[in-house]
């Protein structure tokens, strides 16, 4: 059984009218490459110059908390990861939804961009208490996935090396937190 954390791009529109980005001089490294042919990009992330305003509607605090500061301490400090308020704009909203049906079927957490702030999924559906993955271990695992998907990261293969950004939850370690090649992917993208 494979139970997939999303990668859902649902409307990119907005940045085919974004002008380029000015060649970043901190980056020494190019990304890393992502299952897919993919890279990791500054493009396809919630990142707004360097900090996510997110504004916080999950329930799952534990695993809210989890997740920012695992992307927000030893060393990984180049993307300020900061509440919204009323002087800013939301560029990362947490949001739960609680289905079983169709796109949703199996999938445990998604990153959606927009053409406003960008959405973070959790899924109550299988993360609820008494549900299949209902405790804050699973929970954590998620959250700290779709985070990485929000600062850019796509995903990797755990027969390349251990990583958070594995797409089946089982491959993902359960300490939830950045591995040491996703720190340095971090530092390759953020500088
Ligand atoms: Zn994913």
């Not at 970043?24 to 042919?37: D, E, K, L, N, Q």
């Not at 030893?74 to 939804?97: E, F, N």
């Amino acid at each position: 059984m494979t139970t997939e954390l999303g990668w859902g791009v649902a409307v990119v529109a907005a940045s085919l009218f974004a002008l380029p980005q000015p060649p970043s001089v901190a980056v020494a490294a190019a990304p890393a490459r992502c299952v897919g042919g993919q890279k990791d990009s500054r493009g396809r992330s919630a990142v707004d110059g360097h900090e996510v305003r997110w504004e916080d509607e999950t329930k799952f605090n534990n695993a809210f908390r989890h997740a920012n500061k695992a992307w927000s301490t030893h060393g990984l400090t180049q993307v300020k990861l900061r509440p919204d308020d009323a002087s800013s704009i939301a560029d990362l909203q947490w949001q739960d939804v609680n289905s079983t049906r169709e796109k949703w079927k199996n999938v445990l957490g998604q990153y959606a961009s927009g053409p406003g702030a960008d959405t973070l999924y959790l899924n109550r559906a299988y993360l609820d208490s008494g549900k299949r993955y209902g405790d804050d271990m699973y929970r954590r695992m998620v959250a700290a996935h779709e985070l990485g998907h929000a600062l850019g990261f796509c995903h990797k293969s755990p027969s390349w090396y251990p990583t958070l950004m594995a797409k089946d939850l089982e491959d993902v370690p359960t300490n939830a937190l950045p591995a040491d090649k996703d720190r340095s992917n971090y530092h390759k993208l953020w500088g």
